[in-house]
């Protein structure tokens, strides 16, 4: 049972190029989250799903984009990426409203933005 | 949104002390968990306690939700406990975000 899994593991982008996060989870959760996370600043919530085909936003979603196609996957993508945006990025999935359900994370995905 | 404050920010303890770690949180809550950030940055659960107490092992939980605030206690300090500890919070009648505070970071000296 792998739970979440988060690729790539690390990347190096330039300034304006994209690319796109993949987090795959197999314990049929309903919910998923991307945050990131900088140094003294906890984690933020970037977007998240509720379902499949959903999206919303979170609390700092500009220059992200998400999807969510399949219920098992959740996309993070940046279009045109800037050095604010180097950070570790964090995919979480629960079954159950984070009202009620316990949060559980992948191993991170560490982006530098130069 | 709801705030949630952690302290200490630091703490540095010798191997085999007790500690205790601190999460207020500013709305009533239906959702508080604690973390653990280990070294090589893995986010663990380790506890999901809107109210109440749970023990699992060295470590136990208690959430006053009245009172709005959280304590996770480590006792017998291991140097394996050390990293960064996060409680987060969902308000009652919030949507789907669980806020974060910005984590305890415990260190254990052998």
């Known amino acids: 049972n792998a739970g979440v899994t988060q690729t790539p593991k690390f990347r190096v982008l330039k300034t304006g190029q994209s690319m796109t996060l993949l987090c795959a989870q197999d314990?049929?959760?309903?919910?998923m989250y991307w945050y990131r996370q900088d140094p003294g600043m906890g984690l933020r919530l970037i977007h998240y799903?509720?379902?499949?085909?959903?999206?919303a936003k979170g609390e700092v979603p500009d220059g992200y984009n998400v999807s969510r196609l399949k219920k098992q996957n959740f996309l993070l993508g940046l279009e045109s990426a800037a050095p604010s945006q180097t950070s570790v990025y964090f995919c979480?999935?629960?079954?159950?409203?984070?009202?009620?359900?316990?949060?559980?994370f992948g191993e991170g995905s560490r982006l530098t933005v130069l | 949104g709801i705030q949630v404050e952690q302290s200490p920010p630091d703490l540095i303890l010798q191997e085999g002390a007790n500690s205790t770690l601190r999460c207020n949180f500013s709305?009533?809550?239906?959702?508080l968990q604690w973390f653990h950030q280990n070294p090589w940055g893995q986010l663990i659960n380790l506890f999901y306690?809107?109210?109440g107490t749970k023990q699992n092992g060295r470590l136990s939980a208690t959430t006053v939700a009245t009172e709005r605030y959280s304590l996770l206690y480590i006792s017998s300090s291991q140097t394996t406990d050390s990293g960064v500890y996060f409680c987060?919070?969902?308000?009652?009648?919030?949507?789907?975000?669980?806020?974060f505070g910005t984590g305890t970071r415990l260190t254990i000296i052998p």
């Open positions: 979480a999935s629960t079954l159950l409203p984070t009202s009620a359900g316990e949060l559980f």
């Open positions: 314990m049929n959760h309903e919910y």
């Open positions: 799903s509720v379902g499949e085909g959903t999206t």
């Open positions: 709305d009533s809550v239906n959702n």
């Open positions: 306690i809107p109210s």
């Open positions: 987060a919070a969902s308000p009652n009648f919030g949507n789907e975000k669980l806020t």
